[in-house]
Nanobody
Framework: VQLQASGGGLVQAGDSLRLSCAAS????????VGWFRRTPGKERSFVAA????????YYADSVKGRFTISRDNAKNTVLLQMNTLKPEDTALYYC????????????????WGQGTLVTVSS
């Protein structure tokens, strides 16, 4: 199983980016998928997740109203649309697949992508 996160880049505050998480060897529609981020010196933190059924989504308070997680089942991909980006959103973003467990807990996620860097300048 491999997860490939992509779409990161350098943008200015207020801009948008769309991250993609593509899977091979795993049907993402059969799993919950989460996005987490890590900044230097900090723990990896929850950003957003989409439920197994794809109808329920969950967000960290810091991104609620700005980020949207969604599925593209035809492409076996999960997307994270990030709008109105802020400098504090700068981080390495990871996607992960959860077979069972707590959507908010990174420890419960079974498969991880390699991370894609998002840098937001002020």
């Amino acid at each position: 199983v491999q997860l490939q996160a992509s779409g990161g880049g350098l943008v200015q505050a207020g801009d948008s980016l769309r991250l993609s998480c593509a899977a091979s060897g795993l049907i993402l529609s059969n799993t919950a998928v989460g996005w987490f981020r890590r900044t230097p010196g900090k723990e990896r933190s929850f950003v957003a997740a989409i439920h197994w059924g794809g109808l329920r989504t969950y967000y960290a308070d810091s991104v609620k109203g700005r980020f949207t997680i969604s599925r593209d089942n035809a492409k076996n991909t999960v997307l994270l649309q990030m709008n109105t980006l802020k400098p504090e959103d700068t981080a390495l973003y990871y996607c992960a697949a959860l077979l069972s467990g707590n959507l908010y807990s990174s420890d419960d996620y079974r498969f991880w992508g390699q991370g894609t860097l998002v840098t937001v300048s002020s």
